[in-house]
């Protein structure tokens, strides 16, 4: 038992990045420094947060005792199916974590934190930022612990509208448009997954509950209802006041799955972003300010994997596994198209946006591998991405700050005057590649492992983008880094303390992932492992 | 009696020690760099030393340790070492070049204003290449295969300044990677079709040797084949060789480290290691044995028409490669390595001597050099030593290790057996024209451009001094090696091969091969000397006689040209299409959708035209629309 | 007896609407808005006494009614005049200022 067990983790987790909003806007605005200091203070304690949730998860091997529940609202509704209970809807506040998100929840304060570090460049307007910023670390947060449909989506548009707001107010030149690219794409998405949220708790987001006002049917969002409503229709079939003998009225049709799981698809994949819906991805990365690059690029995309799994994978395995197919070659799709694009870029943050869509086709991959090696990795992948892309996006920063563009033709012999900063890029280049020892090579290694055992040649051909991978990665770093020195960057400095120490602390994680990955795995594992066996085997046997 | 053996796995550890203190140090610290790496790199030697003494004992056995990786329910991935007497060898390969390299580097690098980096780069190199060697398995070989990868592309960019430089280091990289990708998917087969999912040498050894069925001889050949590719790759065999001449664009020390004596032959090794797959396949060996073969012919045919002086060692290296290979896919593993071992040696050494030269005189183009005999006495005598080996002259160890390749492929195939000899001949005759345009005949001066390093400038052939102590003391210690190391196995004598494999030592005397051998390497330094030695209008005639074939030789075949032409156009040209296909077809699909949005929204607001008559006209319309339903409602039912 | 007083209404409430579609002068319009207002009492009284249920809601509905149309008229007189000062006109056409 841990002494925290009693206290609510998850939701002072949760509120930290508020209580700095909080205290953010207290200040006022031309303090410059102490809005600095507030803002990377409230992104930094989160990390020491889940930095021990973390720790202590793993000695729990489960860490069921995080979770936390209360009703939020409750209505009463009219339903003609029974007679015997009252029937209540009730909003749920509910956390929880565990081996899917725990780890998806460490990168978000730690990618977040370094952004904030990251950010001391912006000039304009510091403390709107910064409280924008606070509210979006809340939002990516509480999308990772929320167990609930509807806190989720709750979660997930708070997190559009922060962004939406960063990209729009501190972006380069096109950033409104991009901004508004972003809200469209993005609320699209948000309108099929909330219509898919709908279908799933009218259809199996309900319990039986015994109460002092007697026996109630309570709908909610609740996933662990959904998920076991749907692993095994036949739970509740014994109702009182059921039609004996009847048919199952809680069997969710087959339609009606399908439907659920093509919106969740579309609506994640859109966020994902899965080809061809990637377009909006691309102005982001150009043209948000980095550290929101940071942000959108390490953690929102993750987001949209995270729920594909949450909602797509885990509540679906048989729709999914049957167009597991599908899946691969929109994987690989990806992974190809991506990469053959980022070759032909000229403009290095371009080069990174398709790479990021190349690498999110690696997870895509991994999941549509359908056993455990497979889901691992591409959780692996999307943490280890998480990474290296802050990394990379943080890099970009500092560089734009001090050339002012970002264009591969003006840059160039950079490791001259900024060996440090060369250096950094040239291992953020490698880990993206996918080099052994840095993390982004578990991911790649253990999602094609996955895929190999069930499609051979779809494998065969996404090692393919690994080639391709390294020809685009390198051309890019290379062409900034090595070559004749340019007159016009001979007195450029290296990077300062204050943008060296994210960097290192960046790469520290990448290289620990890359060197002994069972810090991830295992704890990954203790939620997932057996997981599918398992779905699979309940289902089959019902 | 086993301690240093089990204690095998702090060798790499020592150099990688050594790079993370010089990375932490920053390029301040100039002299660090020297003395950190060097004396991590003798460390590690001494350590190889002692095990390779324990490896000498009665009583030794195979030693491996290792722990999970990752666990992933029922599967798990390993990663540890393995110490037997093939890697024991590396061990003191790998260990001896590499210091010996340092302390060439001394000298060699001083004036070099990032030393410090060199130093740690170096380091990390025989971090990882000790790591590939002491790998017992398949995924932990491949995760140092690909670090001694990025080593190689690191060095080979270190004068990160040279467009050349650049452009060798990623081509480096990409072409090695195309190999890498090969690999990973035989590694990938492999974990799937292996009892156990296990992945240790000494698995897939069992599995493979003898026993058969277990894997059906179908997917034996592809795993083979594709082992093969990732070889062919590290390696520089024919059709990935491209690379390999380009990255001389590195200092010398790391050609002579990376690219002759150690990394280049991992490919080797690796087959060395899983020599049971191509055992239990006949059409993989036999593709094996042809690829070397060819390419041992074809690099030599290059060579003899290339001026860079470090060129020509590296197509030699590709070359001798391809004996190594055809050596292993004729069946004789040891063979190869043999030759592997003695290669390290005289192929350091003559990269080495060629720097020391190019030290000296600035310049990598032989025609420009020549009389260099006079100034740089210890340079040339090794020079010396290193070109007779490698020309098979007994009883240096080039002679040996040939002969024993040479002699299996008498016994089992006479095709390559020929091909054999004819790349000799062409070994002989090149090295012969290197030596003789270098040390020989009267010092060309006013040598320009070609220089090595920016950071010297000084006269050229006319004012070279040979080079300081620290260059020239590993020039001597290898060019002793470079006679000695073939004693280990004679044709009388097969003690290393006996040692290597664990069965009984077996002598092979083929007079036939030895004085084929023999008489080949000498009819290639006279002819050699025929040409360039005593009357230089010789290759001008062969030159008007035949200016195709000249042509050809110098451009390499024209391979790079087909490459660029092939592969990068066709990616760049496919990046095109796609990138029209993304910009036109999808953004349109989005335009087309943003602007469908848009025109309905203007018409609809033509319906807004602020006159009240046309509103109330609506509601008018709407209400008798209405009412018409309800009554049509009722009426009906 | 109800039929006629409905086909009366009806009538009446026609007349209304077509003055108040058709005719740009704003009076007439609200001249045709009192008209059919008042063919909606006449239905409401006609119900009352005649319909199904025959009771005094309907008489006291249209009393409202009245009073509603005589503030409103009031009101609209008031707007128009006022129209009428700013603009110099009272034709329904050129009151289109909401629009955009």
Redesign the interface.
């Known amino acids: 038992m841990s002494i925290l067990s009693d206290i609510p983790v998850l939701s002072i987790l949760l509120l930290l990045p508020v209580l700095g909003l909080l205290v953010l806007l207290l200040i006022p605005k031309n303090r410059h420094r102490a809005i600095t200091a507030v803002a990377v203070v409230a992104t930094l304690l989160p990390i020491v947060l889940s930095l021990w949730l973390y720790t202590d998860f793993d000695k729990q091997q489960g860490g069921a005792t995080y979770r936390e529940d209360a009703v939020w609202l409750e209505v009463p509704v009219n339903h003609e199916w029974t007679q015997e209970a009252d029937i209540i809807f009730s909003f749920d506040y509910s956390l929880g974590i565990d081996g899917l998100s725990l780890p998806l929840l460490l990168l978000t304060t730690v990618v977040t934190a370094m952004a904030a570090l990251a950010a001391i460049h912006v000039k304009k307007r510091r403390k709107a930022f910064y409280a924008w910023f606070l509210l979006l670390e809340a939002g990516m947060l509480g999308v990772f612990m929320a167990r609930d449909l509807f806190l989720f989506f709750i979660f997930f548009e708070i997190t559009l509208v922060a962004a939406y707001f960063l990209i729009g107010i501190w972006g380069y030149y096109n950033r409104e448009r991009t901004a508004n690219q972003f809200l469209i794409y993005n609320g699209i998405g948000s309108a099929l997954m909330l219509i898919a949220f709908v279908l799933l708790v009218n259809t199996a987001g309900f319990r039986m509950e015994e109460t002092a006002r007697g026996l109630e049917m309570i709908y909610s969002g609740s996933y662990a209802d959904i998920l076991r409503n749907l692993a095994d229709p036949n739970a509740w079939v014994n109702l009182p006041g059921a039609a004996a003998g009847g048919t199952n009225p809680f069997e969710m049709s087959g339609g009606m799955a399908w439907t659920i799981f093509v919106l969740l698809l579309i609506g994640f994949g859109i966020k994902l972003p899965i080809f061809p819906f990637h377009t909006w991805m691309l102005k982001v990365h150009a043209e948000a300010p980095p550290a929101v690059v940071m942000i959108h690029s390490g953690i929102l995309l993750k987001m949209g994997a995270y729920g594909f799994i949450r909602f797509g994978l885990l509540l679906f395995p048989e729709q999914a596994r049957e167009w597991a197919v599908a899946l691969a070659t929109l994987g690989l799709i990806n992974l190809l198209y991506g990469a053959v694009l980022a070759f032909r870029q000229t403009e290095f943050k371009l080069v990174l946006a398709y790479s990021s869509i190349s690498h999110m086709g690696i997870v895509l991959l991994g999941l549509a591998a359908f056993n455990e090696i497979g889901l691992q990795g591409a959780i692996v992948q999307l943490v280890s991405h998480g990474f290296i892309s802050a990394l990379l996006f943080l890099i970009v920063g500092s560089l734009y700050e001090r050339t002012g563009t970002t264009e591969l033709p003006a840059l160039g012999g950079l490791a001259r005057s900024m060996p440090f900063m060369s250096g950094m890029l040239l291992a953020a280049g490698l880990a993206s590649l996918g080099l052994p020892g840095l993390s982004g090579f578990v991911g790649e290694l253990l999602s094609l492992l996955g895929l190999f055992e069930s499609m051979r040649w779809v494998t065969a051909a996404a090692v393919l983008g690994i080639i391709l991978t390294a020809a685009y990665m390198l051309r890019s770093v290379l062409g900034i880094t090595f070559g004749e020195r340019r007159e016009e960057h001979a007195a450029l400095r290296d990077a300062r303390f204050v943008e060296a120490l994210p960097m290192i602390v960046l790469l520290a994680f990448i290289v620990l992932l890359g060197c002994y990955p069972s810090v991830l795995t295992d704890t990954v594992g203790v939620s997932v492992e057996g997981f599918m066996d398992q779905l699979f085997a309940t289902r089959s046997g019902g | 009696m086993d301690f240093y053996t089990k204690s095998a796995w702090v060798i790499p550890l020592i150099p990688l020690a050594a790079f993370l203190a010089l990375t932490a140090l920053g390029?301040n610290y100039r002299k660090a760099g020297v003395i950190i790496g060097t004396f991590a790199a003798l460390a590690s030697f001494a350590m190889s030393v002692l095990v390779l003494v324990e490896r000498f004992g009665q009583d030794a056995v195979d030693y491996n340790y290792s722990f999970?990786?990752?666990?992933?329910?029922g599967?798990t991935l390993e990663i540890g070492f393995e110490v037997t007497n093939l890697t024991a060898l590396m061990l003191i390969v790998v260990t001896f070049v590499a210091l010996l390299v340092n302390v060439y580097s001394a000298g060699y690098m001083k004036n070099d204003e990032r030393i410090t980096v060199f130093y740690g780069y170096i380091s990390l190199f025989t971090f990882s290449m000790l790591g590939l060697v002491l790998s017992d398995n398949m995924l932990s070989l491949?995760?140092?295969w690909?670090?001694v990868g990025?080593c190689s592309f690191l060095l080979v960019?270190f004068w990160?300044?040279k467009?050349a430089?650049?452009a060798a280091?990623?081509k480096a990289?990409?072409v090695t990677?195309?190999g890498d990708?090969?690999l990973?998917?035989g590694i990938?087969?492999l974990?799937?079709y292996m009892p156990d999912h296990a992945l240790g040498f000494t698995m897939i050894e069992s599995v493979f040797e003898g026993q058969g069925g277990i894997i059906a001889t179908g997917i034996t050949t592809v795993i083979a084949l594709l082992i093969f590719l990732g070889a062919v790759g590290k390696s520089g065999q024919f059709p990935l060789h491209v690379w390999l001449p380009d990255a001389m664009e590195g200092p010398t020390p790391i050609s002579a480290l990376i690219h002759a004596a150690t990394m280049v032959a991992a490919g080797v090794y690796l087959l060395a290691r899983t020599f049971p797959i191509f055992e239990a396949s006949l059409f993989a060996s036999d593709v094996v044995a042809y690829v070397g073969g060819f390419t041992a012919l074809f690099a030599a045919t290059i060579a003899l028409a290339q001026n860079d002086l470090k060129r020509v060692l590296a197509y030699s290296t590709i070359s001798q490669l391809g004996y190594m290979f055809m050596a292993i896919g004729l069946g004789s593993w040891t063979g190869g390595i043999f030759h592997l071992f003695t290669h390290a040696f005289f192929k350091a050494l003559l990269f080495l001597a060629a720097g020391s030269v190019i030290h000296a005189v600035h310049t990598q183009n032989i025609q420009e050099m020549g009389g260099l005999h006079a100034r740089m006495r210890i340079t040339t005598a090794t020079f010396a030593v290193g070109a007779l080996a490698l020309a098979g002259i007994p009883p240096l160890a080039g002679f040996w290790s040939k002969d024993a390749i040479m002699a299996v492929a008498l016994e089992q195939n006479l095709f390559l057996f020929a091909v054999g000899l004819a790349a000799a001949l062409c070994t002989a005759l090149y090295m012969t024209r290197v030596f003789v345009l270098v040390f020989l005949g009267k010092p060309k001066t006013g040598s320009e451009g070609g220089l090595e390093s920016p950071t010297v400038r000084a006269g050229g052939a006319g004012g070279a001094k040979e080079s300081p102590r620290t260059m020239t003391l590993p020039l001597v210690v290898l060019a002793l090696a470079a006679i000695a190391a073939g004693f280990v196995e004679t044709p009388w004598n097969g003690w290393l091969g006996g040692w290597l494999s664990g069965e009984e030592a077996v002598a092979h005397v083929s007079p036939a091969a030895i004085i084929g051998s023999i008489a080949v390497a000498a009819a290639g330094i006279y002819l050699g000397w025929r040409f360039y030695g005593s009357d230089r209008t010789r290759p001008a005639v062969v030159k008007e006689a035949a200016p195709w074939l000249a042509r050809l030789l110098e451009r390499k075949y024209y391979v790079d040209e087909a490459y660029e032409f092939v592969f990068v156009r066709g990616?760049?040209a496919?990046?095109?299409l796609?990138?029209a296909f993304?910009t036109y077809i999808?953004?349109g699909?989005?335009k087309l959708a943003g602007s469908a949005a848009g025109i309905s929204g203007k018409m609809a607001l033509r319906l807004?035209?602020?006159?009240?008559?046309t509103y109330?006209?609506a509601a008018?319309i709407g209400m008798v629309v209405l009412a018409a339903a309800i009554i049509g409602r009722r009426l009906l039912s | 007896m109800l039929p006629s007083y409905l086909t009366l209404a009806a009538i009446l409430f026609c007349i209304g609407l077509y003055g108040a579609l058709a005719k740009r002068n704003a009076i007439i319009v609200l001249l045709s808005l009192e008209l059919m207002l008042n063919a909606v009492n006449l239905n409401l009284i006609a119900f009352s006494k005649y319909g199904v249920v025959p009771s005094l809601t309907g008489q006291i509905f249209s009393v409202f009614t009245i009073t509603v149309a005589a503030a409103e008229a009031a009101v609209a007189v008031a707007v128009l005049i006022a129209l009428f000062r700013a603009r110099g006109t009272v034709d329904v056409e050129h009151m289109n200022a909401m629009r955009r």
């Open positions: 390029r999970d990786w990752i666990r992933i329910s599967y491949y995760i140092f690909e670090l990025v960019g990160y300044t467009p430089a650049k280091a990623k990289f990409i990677r195309i990708a090969a990973l998917i990938l087969l974990f799937w990616l760049r496919l990046g095109t796609l990138g993304d999808i953004g699909l989005v807004q035209n602020g006159s009240i008559g109330s006209l008018v």
